[in-house]
């Protein structure tokens, strides 16, 4: 199956799929058994106990159906967290999904999970550029982004596969730890990259 990217500018943000019956990732546990106050409290709920700076903007999808979009930036960690699951996707064919900025290491990467899979690949872009995104979007109207193409046909990555990445990157375990980890590809089936 490949999947194609929605990337506004430089943020990865809903995958389009076939539309299947996924349950929403709003509050309390979702699928990967991380809650989402574990993740930086991106629920449908607010969530007092988490510090950090919110983002939101409406994205225009298609023929101008809008699809409530935001990001969670946590304080004192390296992590972005960007949520687009407006019940809108479901009905315009997207699928929700909660894309992970991962820059806790020397290599950064991105973590997009889509029912219950998560697709990595390596981001070239810094959390400064991602910030000045965010900053840009907040409050603001964003039409629809071009497509870019990622290829997730790769079989899901071993236990002791997934393990290095977990211990290199512990956000991206409290995401995806219960589901498939799958190395995404580029459309000309190289390594994925921004």
């Known amino acids: 199956m490949k999947l194609i990217i929605t990337a506004a500018v430089v943020l990865v943000i809903a995958v389009v799929t076939q539309a299947k019956g996924g349950k929403s990732l709003r509050g309390g546990k979702n699928r990967s058994g ?3 106050e574990e993740l930086g409290g991106l629920s449908g709920h607010s969530n007092r106990h988490q510090e950090g700076t919110r983002y939101s903007w409406t994205r225009l999808i298609g023929s101008e159906s809008p699809a409530r979009e935001d990001a969670f930036v946590p304080t004192n960690y390296s992590t972005v967290l960007v949520r687009s699951q407006d019940r809108t996707l479901r ?4 699928s929700k999904a909660l894309t992970l900025y991962d820059y806790a ?3 950064n990467v991105v973590v997009i999970l889509v029912e219950n ?4 690949r390596d981001t070239a872009l810094t959390y400064q550029q991602v910030i000045d995104t965010l900053n840009s979007r907040n409050g603001t109207n964003v039409t629809d982004a071009a497509k870019s193409y990622l290829n997730g046909t790769q079989p899901a990555l071993s236990k002791v596969e997934a393990q290095a990445i977990y211990l290199k990157y512990p ?6 730890h219960e589901g498939r980890l799958v190395q995404a ?9 921004d």
Do not use: H
């Open 171 to 176: 956000q991206v375990q409290r995401l995806c």
């Open 34 to 36: 991380a809650s989402s």
């Open 117 to 120: 899979t998560c697709y990595l």
């Open 91 to 94: 009905a315009l064919n997207y």
């Open 105 to 107: 290491s020397d290599s």
């Open 185 to 193: 590809l580029d459309a000309e089936g190289k390594p994925s990259n």
